[in-house]
Nanobody, 123 residues
Framework: QVQVVESGGGLVQAGGSLRLSCAASGSIISINAMGWYRQAPGRQRELVASITSGDSTNYADSVKGRFTISRDNAKNTAYLQMISLKPEDTATYYC?????????????????WGQGTQVTVSS
């Protein structure tokens, strides 16, 4: 079994910064891509940023230049550094990890999600 746990959310004023962490643990051989998504009340979940095992990154246009995704493969952990936060960044932030693991029929890849961490930006 695999667990994905986010941390680092909180309440911050507009213009402030936060750093989110996403740690995966369990029966992991390796992790391919990891990603951060967010969902605000009444809105669909949207991709914020993603990073491959080779450190290629992708960002939503709304966060380019303000958010930076990174990862530590030795710790199976991804990070999201957020600066210049805006009230519209307020949402629950979710992390996912594409985990390679052994199964009864060989190695397979499964996507696991965390429970989310709340980020609230006050104006």
């Amino acid at each position: 079994q695999v667990q994905v746990v986010e941390s680092g959310g909180g309440l911050v004023q507009a213009g402030g910064s936060l750093r989110l962490s996403c740690a995966a643990s369990g029966s992991i051989i390796s992790i391919n891509a990891m990603g951060w998504y967010r969902q605000a009340p009444g809105r669909q979940r949207e991709l914020v940023a993603s990073i491959t095992s080779g450190d290629s990154t992708n960002y939503a246009d709304s966060v380019k230049g303000r958010f930076t995704i990174s990862r530590d493969n030795a710790k199976n952990t991804a990070y999201l550094q957020m600066i210049s936060l805006k009230p519209e960044d307020t949402a629950t932030y979710y992390c996912n990890a594409d985990v390679r693991m052994g199964t009864a029929v060989g190695v397979a890849t499964f996507r696991y999600w965390g429970q989310g961490t709340q980020v609230t930006v006050s104006s």
